[in-house]
């Protein structure tokens, strides 16, 4: 799915990372944004954990409030928690304006008006069962999902992989989704976009690509 609308004056995004993801960073900058800058804070649950389950995620909402102080000094247009399953899942309310990933990805798939996807994760299968059933709730049907099965190591996931659990999508669901959907801010998958659109000829929306394009079109998006 193409960056097509970037902000034609600089916006300052802030991004409250959980801390031990490290493709948002890598994603992010290698899209070549020229208009969007990304002020980073990083979140540490009360539990220390990494792996995602309830701790986590209500750990990343109570550290939100920290994070975002952090960057009370920076002037900032929107600010993101770059959590997928945080959105999906149930914590304590994040403060003030702050959308997460999932929030992006539901921006993304209105404004393309795709009310059909597949979605696929590197997640626990009762966890994508989750944001399938979410999705649902907003008004996008998911035709078919398939995940990894992992509550942990995301940044190790290969391209490979990837791709081959994708390969794992009933033909069928794909043919019908208006959209291919990669969830979960925590693992590379920039490098199959470009492969899956020309294989599907259909788009492909990660996690990450859907929060740079929030970002690319503040104050039109979450937050404005």
Not at 78 to 107: H, I, K, N, R
Request: aromatic share 6%.
């Amino acid at each position: 799915m193409a960056l097509d609308a970037v902000a034609a004056r600089t916006i300052r995004a802030g991004l409250l990372l959980p801390w031990a993801n490290v493709a948002v960073e890598t994603e992010l900058s290698s899209l070549g944004l020229r208009h969007t800058v990304f002020h980073h804070a990083r979140l540490v649950p009360a539990s220390r954990t990494t792996a995602i389950d309830a701790s986590f995620w209500h750990g990343l909402r109570e550290a939100s409030a920290q994070a975002l102080d952090s960057l009370s000094h920076v002037p900032l247009d929107a600010v993101m928690l770059a959590c997928t399953s945080a959105g999906f899942t149930e914590g304590p309310p994040l403060p003030g304006d702050v959308c997460t990933a999932f929030d992006a990805l539901l921006q993304a798939l209105t404004e393309a008006a795709v009310a059909r996807v597949v979605l696929v994760t590197p997640y626990p299968a009762p966890v994508t069962e989750a944001e399938a059933t979410a999705f649902a709730e907003a008004g996008i049907e998911v035709l078919a999902h398939a995940s990894l099965g992992l509550a942990d190591g995301y940044p190790e996931v290969t391209p490979d992989q990837v791709l081959a659990l994708v390969e794992q999508l009933p033909q069928a669901a794909v043919e019908a989704a208006g959209a291919v959907v990669l969830s979960c801010t925590g693992w590379h998958t920039l490098p199959v976009v470009a492969e899956l659109e020309h294989r599907f000829g259909k788009p492909v929306l990660s996690s990450n690509l859907a929060m740079a394009l929030l970002a690319a079109r503040f104050p039109a998006g979450v937050g404005s």
